[in-house]
T-cell receptor, first 112, second 111 residues
Framework: DAGITQSPRHKVTETGTPVTLRCHQT?????MYWYRQDPGHGLRLIHY???????DKGEVSDGYSVSRSKTEDFLLTLESATSSQTSVYFC???????????FGEGSRLTVL | DAKTTQPTSMDCAEGRAANLPCNHS???????VYWYRQIHSQGPQYIIH???NNETNEMASLIITEDRKSSTLILPHATLRDTAVYYC????????????FGAGTQVVVTP
């Protein structure tokens, strides 16, 4: 357990509405990541952060924005949700000096 | 980052060793080999990683060939709880966390 909490764990929303997913960590890790997982595509990196206010794009960042105003929170926002963003979203941190990723339990988002 | 090739699926009998192969023929000299697994609907779980030498921890052993073009993850005594998708990833040390997960190998452990 790496002290990662994702919220909400499940959400159903309608196309065009804004959605924010929260990743909260309790161990003061510097690096945090958002991945999405879809059948046939595996896990893909959306955005990552290497410190407060320091973020960068991953492989599939279009349609997503992130913010990190505090070390412990990394927010993923869908400004206007689309059906193609229906997915399971995983937050992760790296701990220590080995690059090991530790994942949260996931947030299942359904966009109708 | 180098790409990896893994078998789509494999079965293993409970109590036997499970040997999961991974091909990474284009790996660079300073790329690490990481193994993760994902039990249904949970977040992926780190298993082990290595650079050149074989590695062992409480979960598994990692055998890397001398030319580093392939590796094998060994689960010494598979249990039903080891049923999962296993991912082999290669990554530079400065790309921590920015992994490219492929399709992995679906391992089913049977009684």
């Amino acid at each position: 357990d790496a002290g990662i909490t994702q919220s909400p764990r499940h959400k159903v929303t309608e196309t065009g509405t804004p959605v924010t997913l929260r990743c909260h960590q309790t161990e003061n890790h510097r690096y945090m990541y958002w991945y999405r997982q879809d059948p046939g595509h595996g896990l893909r990196l959306i955005h990552y952060s290497y410190g407060v206010k320091d973020t960068d794009k991953g492989e599939v960042s279009d349609g997503y924005s992130v913010s990190r105003s505090k070390t412990e929170d990394f927010l993923l926002t869908l400004e206007s949700a689309t059906s193609s963003q229906t997915s399971v979203y995983f937050c992760a941190i790296t701990r220590g000096g080995t690059g090991e990723l530790f994942f949260g339990e996931g947030s299942r988002l359904t966009v109708l | 980052d180098a790409k990896t090739t893994q078998p789509t699926s494999m079965d293993c009998a409970e109590g036997r060793a499970a040997n999961l192969p991974c091909n990474h023929s284009t790996i660079s000299g300073n790329e690490y080999v990481y193994w993760y697994r994902q039990i249904h609907s949970q977040g992926p779980q780190y298993i082990i990683h290595g650079l050149k030498n074989n590695e062992t921890n409480e979960m598994a052993s990692l055998i890397i060939t001398e030319d580093r073009k392939s590796s094998t993850l060994i689960l010494p005594h598979a249990t039903l709880r080891d049923t999962a998708v296993y991912y082999c990833i290669v990554s530079f040390s400065d790309s921590w966390g920015k992994f490219q997960f492929g399709a992995g190998t679906q391992v089913v452990v049977t009684p």
